[in-house]
């Protein structure tokens, strides 16, 4: 067996010429006929979808932790349902992530190299700059400059592949700052750790994509018990659903409220939207541009909150806070626009390469697209432009709307 990695926190980095005397059987299979570890599958997946961490006290050694994970893998290729499968790879990923913070260099190198990332953990000549952070503890906020050491590397097109998605707009993990040499990228143990936490779940999706899960009956028996066992974390069809039509009669539903028609949604707003709905793990500016857009539409916080139930990550807690304080109901009081569409193409949220029409962000083009289409249904049925459609292109903007760029 090979030496160093702890498999019962990673059995996602196990492979079958590892553990050969594992493989002898198809996990699922093993699983499957075994009540005792059966019992454990139910149990994990149970543990997994409620609390978003993965359980390992509950598995005995490494072998087991891997037997079961395959066969979880199997479970998830045959359920086929989104939100059950990010939610188990968030819990994977985060509780390998948290292990990792306790591990030496060559242990968190071997987990990379094995997942598939060159990376290397440089002792001498390690990049060295100077950071300034504010020592919070002080009331007077002392500045203290310390040296950062960036000790980790990996090839800089790994780095953008892996941050890319949903990492690339915090400015921590911004490949400018930091060094760069030689189609290298440099980082230090927190970001390399998070990078590495970005790849497990990456991995873990693609080997549910690429798993093979077998037609027996006593597998087919399992899947059956796992859906009785987490049916209500499962995806239920959507009850938000409302008739184009009967959305678009008025444009306004209540005082000050704006109808959510998700077909003239801005194609950013969209494609929040359609990850959400599909249990995806939109980043922290992809989420706090959409509840701040779901917001100044007049949404509430339950009614928000709804959007985010099936993201991965969830936390009911955390995630009514921050749309409080979004909302502004807490903190500065200060209700949040959405950014204004040049900052959301430099972030990489904007999914298109020309601009919308209807104004220079998502709320005020959206905004647009009601007018645009309320013109042409009241045009349909009178042959006339309504008053709408003909202020469409100057009609009302609120300052905060200006301010943001709307106009
Ligand atoms: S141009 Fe603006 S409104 Fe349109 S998709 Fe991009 S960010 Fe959204």
């Known amino acids: 067996m090979p030496v160093g990695l702890n498999y019962t926190y990673y059995p996602f980095a196990a492979s079958q010429r590892d553990f050969p005397y594992l493989f002898l059987e198809k996990p699922s299979i093993l699983v499957s006929t075994s009540s005792d570890l059966r019992e454990k599958l139910l149990s994990l997946l149970e543990k997994m979808l409620k609390e978003g961490v993965f359980p390992h006290d509950l598995l005995k050694d490494s072998d087991e932790s891997i037997l079961v994970y395959y066969a979880i893998i199997d479970v998830l290729k045959t359920i086929n349902d989104n939100r059950i499968i990010n939610r188990v790879a968030y819990a994977y990923s985060k509780t390998a992530a948290e292990q990792l913070k306790n591990e030496k260099s060559d242990i968190l190198i071997l987990l990379a190299k094995k997942l598939g990332l060159n990376a290397e953990y440089v002792l001498k000549d390690a990049p060295e700059i100077p950071i300034v952070r504010i020592d919070m503890k002080k009331k007077s906020r002392k500045y203290i ?97 409302v008739e184009y039509k009967e959305k678009l009669e008025s444009m306004y539903v209540g005082e000050g409220r704006l109808v959510l028609v998700e077909e003239l949604l801005p194609p950013c707003m969209k494609k929040m939207l359609e990850s959400l709905k599909t249990g995806g793990n939109p980043s922290h500016a992809e989420r706090f541009n959409f509840a701040a857009f779901l ?93 709408n459609e003909e202020t469409s292109e100057t009609s009302e903007l609120n300052s905060e709307e200006r301010a943001a760029g709307g106009i």
């Open 145 to 241: 400059v310390e040296i950062a050491r960036y000790q980790y590397t990996i090839p800089i097109l790994q780095y953008l592949e892996l941050a890319s998605k949903r990492l690339i707009h915090d400015p921590l993990y911004s490949p400018i700052n930091h060094p760069v040499w030689s189609g290298r990228i440099y980082l230090d143990k927190e970001v390399f750790i998070r990078v590495l936490e970005e790849h497990i779940y990456n991995t873990i999706i693609r080997q549910v994509m690429e798993a093979e899960p077998s037609s027996s009956s006593e597998y087919l028996e399992l899947v059956e018990e796992v859906k009785s066992r987490i049916g209500e974390y499962m995806t239920k069809p959507s009850t938000r659903a």
């Open 295 to 387: 917001g100044q539409i007049g949404l509430d916080v339950d009614e928000i909150l709804e959007y985010f139930k099936n993201t991965p990550d969830f936390n009911e807690k955390i995630a009514r806070y921050q749309i409080e304080h979004i909302l502004g109901l807490r903190g500065s009081k200060k209700k949040y626009m959405p950014h204004n569409c040049e900052n959301l193409k430099s972030s990489g949220i904007c999914p298109i390469t020309e601009q919308c029409k209807g104004g220079k962000n998502p709320l005020a083009v959206y905004k647009y697209n009601l007018r645009v289409s309320l013109g042409r249904k009241h045009r349909k049925q009178t042959g006339k432009p309504s008053i």
